[in-house]
Structures are given as C-alpha cells and as structure tokens.
C-alpha cells in the first residue's frame, strides 16, 4: 500500500509553496514562516529538515490550503 504523502525535503516544500505565491516571512531556529496575502491570509511554518514527516506535511499543506 502506498502512501498518500510523499516524504520531501523542506527545500522542494518551500520551492513549490513559493511558486504558488507564498512568501518569506521571518525564521526563528529550524521553523521558517510563509505567507500568502489574500481572503484569507494563509501562514505556515515549515521546519528545515532534511526530510519533512509525512504528518508534517498534511499539516503544511492544510495550513495552506492545498488539497490533494
């Protein structure tokens, strides 16, 4: 049985949120903060990790909007 979410870097999260149009907000340790300005303004904290859990990544991508 496969899984539905992939295991991805944190660097191809964050190049595929920006080409959706989120934006660098600020950085506190490992967390970096992205937004997308709109209705509604959508936030989302990604952790810099070699490899993002796949729990973490449905939560990216609810906090964002993005339905699979």
């Given at each position: 049985?496969?899984?539905?979410?992939?295991?991805?870097?944190s660097r191809?999260?964050?190049k595929?949120?920006?080409?959706l149009g989120?934006?660098?907000?600020?950085?506190?340790?490992?967390?970096?903060?992205?937004v997308?300005?709109?209705?509604?303004?959508?936030?989302?904290?990604?952790?810099?990790?070699?490899?993002?859990?796949?729990?973490?990544?449905?939560?990216?991508?609810?906090?964002?909007?993005?339905?699979?």
């Amino acid at each position: 049985m496969g899984e539905k979410y992939p295991i991805l870097s944190s660097r191809q999260i964050i190049k595929r949120l920006e080409a959706l149009g989120f934006k660098h907000k600020s950085q506190k340790g490992s967390h970096v903060k992205y937004v997308k300005e709109g209705t509604p303004v959508r936030t989302v904290i990604i952790p810099k990790h070699d490899t993002v859990a796949r729990g973490t990544l449905r939560s990216i991508l609810e906090q964002s909007g993005i339905e699979l």
